[in-house]
């Protein structure tokens, strides 16, 4: 059985689940698109937002994090730059390009049909 930690929600405790890996790993390119599609962010922060806007379902490691970082570069879909950070730092900031916006749209739509479909076999298996 799939070990799951304690979290706090809206001041009780709950279980978070442990994902299989597998799940995570074929919505990777759109959830770190799906962040940058309205603003320019740096690593650390993508993985605050993607934490943030999941409610703690996605918890993603900077060694999972990057190579994603790195493909999406290399097939156009986001580029980088660096900018000056407080105490001196530079931190590399992703953008996403025109191209990227096309993808993140064709995955959104891929998503919401498997997604849906998937929704569908679950309930009706539900009821049967």
């Known amino acids: 059985m799939d070990r799951a930690s304690m979290v706090e929600v809206e001041g009780r405790k709950e279980q ?3 994902f299989d890996k597998s799940l995570l790993s074929g919505s990777t ?5 799906s962040v940058l599609e309205k603003k320019d962010e740096y690593g650390w922060g993508i993985i605050q937002q ?10 993603m490691r900077e060694g999972t994090l990057y190579p994603v970082l790195h493909s999406l570069e290399s097939d156009g879909m986001i ?3 660096e900018q000056d950070a ?5 931190r590399k ?4 390009t025109d191209k990227g916006q ?3 749209a064709r995955q959104k739509e891929q998503w919401e049909a498997f997604s849906g479909g998937v929704n569908r076999v679950i309930r009706q298996g539900a009821y049967a």
């Open 93 to 96: 900031y992703y953008h996403i």
């Open 79 to 81: 580029s980088s730059y």
């Open 86 to 90: 407080s105490a001196g730092r530079t």
């Open 16 to 18: 978070k689940m442990n």
């Open 29 to 33: 390119r759109l959830l770190v698109l």
């Open 102 to 104: 096309r993808e993140l």
């Open 50 to 59: 993607l934490k943030e806007r999941s409610d703690d379902t996605f918890d």
